[in-house]
């Protein structure tokens, strides 16, 4: 099986998904074809060997080939031929815009190409927070409370309880995200957040609350669960801090917590999962407050995909390679046409 | 302003957006382009003189020029070069699959191509009608109850009180749709749902309610919006009674409700179209019952986009073509890979 991961993006998470990719190097045992897309949107074939961080910040993945999207491929122009890039499935690996909001999703679709990562609605579901409350409460799933602003409307904000959290209504890896404790504190996070996003999501900061991480998938109608992880919190997890665990590899230790917790964040990632976000392994983040499992977030591409948090990711990558939702087909037979038609 | 119209697609929809695309040849004024998606997913440029159901009943249509998507353009190749086809803008008007589901609003997005249609979230929540209720929900937007049901999981369902309307999960124009009034008609109804979809919806059906359909845009901040329509039904709209109207551009007669309820109506459409609608030219379809709104669905390319409903519809979509949403343009300065390597 090769895999054609495809990473970059034009979002605030573009980098973090070149980390990404280049942490799963490692990681996966599958022959592996590097596909970058960069902010001109274009697509590059980078070499295996020329995977670092350097190659992009000083734009040398320009003198690599570009590539054109083409039906069922991606293929390369040389001086007599357009060449067809050899690969089975593709690996999507673009945190944020273009990768986490249903543009690949749909790219992928359209051009008959096989993909592991979130389908469109996933994408919608996950990428926009106030969708997220939607989707969970319509679940039966607890979130905390929450209100949206626009940036038209911020003169409307009005807090009556701090601290609060604050953070744009579409982007992940914290990136904007404040916490506010006070009102003196709040035109700086409300200034930061909107940089970023013209909505903003406003709930309550508990601080004693816990925070448990559960990644997974469905394969074969049955779900593969990582190990349930308690992110360390230096107050909440900063971008900088995210961002070098976006890298990680290293196995890190299950959370200590009950059974009856493990089961409830167990059933509600199944709830959350099924059926739409199918051929995705995504991580969805809990808090637990007085033994009530809360929903925070949906990650549909989460950082270097949460390989550290499963027993055997290689394996788990190559089952759902084989496990991915068809496409219906359609016959279009023109019934109705001809009904008109004789009608006429 | 010259306007691409694209249609076809690939759904049990596509007759009705050949018709809907026919329908508008005579009501906008603009220079006009039909750029036809047939089943195989080929772009086809269709004459306009050749603009009439025949033309693609019979096939007739792959005699025309083939046309690939490329940046800001579609275009097509001739013996000695690769010639732009020329337009201002792309008016999506194929309804389900790749129209109506983010497929073609994220391939213009990702080809820099302007189009009036909704964008990938304004998709999902209507082609969804789960995701139209939980968005709903959080909009404080009154639906009426209703249960959703895989087939894997048909055995089931149990209805207590009848009539109960059954759906389609994700399909429009009352396709799969039957009203069950008693226990014995159920088993068949769901055949009918499930051969189209394998998630359905059920609610109640409910014989004295009055439906109301209100179209509209949002333009420089200030809504526009059609007259509202009491749809005629034989029960309720079947697809055949649909796939007519969808032709249809003689204007209708306004229904005749009470001011609070027209306000209501218009409250509620603005609450759902707010912000993640812009760019399109939508129908909600709304309840009332006892002096209470109900939402029932969004559609969110209307059959020949109501174009009947509007006083003026071709100034609407020159005035919208002028005011579409703009992507944020995101500057990528690869800080944190610095940092990271400074560091190492």
Not at 19 to 25: D, E, M, P, Q, T
Not at 149 to 154: L, P, R, V
Not at 234 to 249: E, P, R, V
């Amino acid at each position: 099986m090769k895999i054609a991961i495809v990473f970059g993006g034009i979002s605030y998470e573009h980098e973090i998904s070149i980390v990404s990719s280049i942490a799963l190097k490692d990681v996966l045992k599958n022959d592996l074809i590097y596909i970058f897309l960069d902010e001109q949107k274009d697509f590059y074939h980078i070499p295996n060997s020329n995977m670092q961080t350097s190659t992009f910040s000083t734009k040398e993945y320009k003198k690599y080939d570009k590539l054109t999207l083409n039906k069922q491929t991606f293929s390369k122009k040389t001086f007599i031929c357009t060449k067809k890039i050899e690969f089975d499935i593709v690996l999507n690996l673009v945190h944020g815009g273009y990768g986490e909001d249903g543009v690949l999703a749909s790219l992928f679709d359209f051009f008959d190409i096989r993909f592991i990562g979130p389908r469109v609605e996933a994408c919608s579901i996950s990428i926009n927070k106030f969708l997220t409350k939607s989707y969970s409460n319509s679940l039966g799933i607890n979130v905390l409370d929450y209100k949206i602003y626009n940036k038209s409307k911020s003169d409307e904000i009005n807090i009556k309880n701090y601290p609060v959290i604050i953070k744009p209504l579409k982007l992940g890896s914290s990136i904007g995200v404040s916490i506010v404790n006070k009102k003196d504190d709040l035109q700086y996070a409300l200034d930061s957040a909107f940089e970023f996003d013209n909505d903003i999501l406003i709930e309550p900061f508990i601080n004693n609350i816990k925070e448990y991480n559960l990644a997974g998938c469905k394969i074969d109608d049955e779900f593969i669960f990582s190990i349930i992880e308690e992110p360390k919190k230096n107050n909440f997890l900063d971008f900088d801090k995210k961002y070098l665990d976006f890298s990680s590899t290293k196995k890190v230790s299950p959370a200590t917590i009950s059974k009856q917790i493990e089961n409830q964040l167990k059933n509600n990632f199944k709830k959350i999962y099924n059926t739409i976000f199918e051929g995705s392994i995504i991580r969805c983040d809990f808090f637990v407050l007085d033994d009530t499992v809360y929903l925070n977030e949906i990650n549909s591409i989460p950082g270097s995909m949460a390989n550290y948090l499963f027993e055997d990711f290689n394996d788990l990558i190559n089952r759902l390679c084989l496990n991915l939702p068809r496409q219906e087909s359609i016959n279009i037979r023109y019934d109705y046409i001809s009904k008109i038609n004789s009608n006429k």
